[in-house]
C-alpha cells in the first residue's frame, strides 16, 4: 500500500521561509519515480509547484522560479520544497504527487493528504 505524507506546512509572513517535506512509503522502485508538488488555493484548479525528475532535473512554475528548491532524498524516499520569499499568493493547499510524468507535467496517480502553507502579516 503506498501512502504518501505532508509536513511543514503553517504559517509564515511574507517574506519568510517554510519546509514542505514528503514522506513515501510502499512506492516500488521511488528513485525511478518523477515526484512533484502541487498547490491549490481557494477557488483555484490544483497546479504544478516544482516537479522533480529520477535524474534530478528540477521544474517549477515561473511564479516561484528563484524562490523554492525542490529535492528528492532517494535513500530515506521523501521529497522537500523549500520556499523562501513567501508571498500571499502562495497562500494554498501543498499536496505532494508521485509517479508522473515529469517531462509533460501531469501528475501520477498517489497524493498525499495535502498541508496547508499560510502567508500573511
Known amino acids: 500500500q503506498v501512502q504518501v505524507v505532508e509536513s511543514g506546512g503553517g504559517l509564515a509572513q511574507p517574506g519568510g521561509s517554510l519546509t514542505l517535506s514528503c514522506a513515501t512509503s510502499?512506492?516500488?522502485?521511488?528513485?525511478?519515480?518523477?515526484m512533484a508538488w502541487y498547490r491549490q488555493a481557494p477557488g483555484k484548479q490544483r497546479e504544478l509547484v516544482a516537479g522533480?525528475?529520477?535524474?534530478?532535473?528540477?521544474d517549477y512554475t515561473d511564479s516561484v522560479k528563484g524562490r523554492f528548491t525542490i529535492s528528492r532524498d532517494n535513500a530515506k524516499k521523501t521529497v522537500t520544497l523549500q520556499m523562501n520569499g513567501l508571498r500571499p499568493e502562495d497562500t494554498a493547499v501543498y499536496f505532494c504527487?508521485?509517479?508522473?510524468?515529469?517531462?509533460?507535467?501531469?501528475?501520477?496517480?498517489?497524493w498525499g493528504q495535502g498541508t496547508q502553507v499560510t502567508v500573511s502579516s
Open positions: 504527487n508521485a509517479g508522473g510524468q515529469f517531462r509533460w507535467r501531469l501528475p501520477g496517480k498517489y
Open positions: 510502499g512506492i516500488i522502485r521511488f528513485s525511478f519515480n518523477a
Open positions: 522533480i525528475s529520477m535524474g534530478q532535473d528540477t
